[in-house]
């Protein structure tokens, strides 16, 4: 917990010392204390209160086998999940198209178990994190829509499914199965994006995120220059 105040305590002395930063340039480029403290201002809430304002949006597509992700007002995401994989972004409505590379080898076989008993204080205490991070997700969560249709494709059974699940609700679950049409799974998941960033910083900072991946990085090299045979 001492590190994410660290971490919290840094990020707002940057942030302080950038807002100084652009009252002086307001205040000797334009010139006056009014249009300094008018462009410091400006670039608090552009770059800290803004992005961090509304909600993440998340919504899955079984039938389609697509994910979208929208982040406040700045951020689309678009996911195919199926056939040649690419995601459509567009921040600030600029956007940008990722295509998924062609294959690479698969990575070297790491002893799993030897680097697990190596650093099992790092994993328990990044597995830990991430549950308590979850936990606060789907307490602060605003919704969580399930919307299932024919989960057995087969008539009968799929109006038995129905008639025994229905619509139920939980909030913020909200849990729904209908008989007709194909097998289809849709989820739309919403929660504040300063919940979200606070659960990812908290996950990195306290789980000690980045150097679990780097230990198994260094594993995976060890493992590559033993000359350890590929995984299946």
Known sequence: MVRLWVVGLVLVLI???AAALFFCLGYFWLGGLVPGVLLAVAFVVLFFVLPLTGEVVVEFDS???ELKVRLSWWGRVRMRLSG???ARVRILGIPLCLKAR?????PPQVNLRRWLQANVKDVVRL???GLEAAA???????????TVNAPAEIDVLDQIIAGVVGHREWPPLDVRVLPEGKRRVRLRY????????AAGLYVLVQGRAVRVMRSLARARK???????PPAA
Do not use: H, W
């Open 84 to 86: 040649r994989r690419e």
């Open 63 to 65: 039938l389609a086998k």
């Open 102 to 106: 062609a294959p690479a080898p698969p």
């Open 222 to 228: 060890q493992a590559k220059a033993a000359g350890s």
């Open 136 to 146: 606060e997700m789907a307490c602060e969560s605003r919704a969580l829509v399930v």
């Open 127 to 129: 597995g830990l994190a």
């Open 15 to 17: 942030a302080e010392i």
């Open 190 to 197: 919403r929660l504040p994006l300063r919940t979200a960033a």
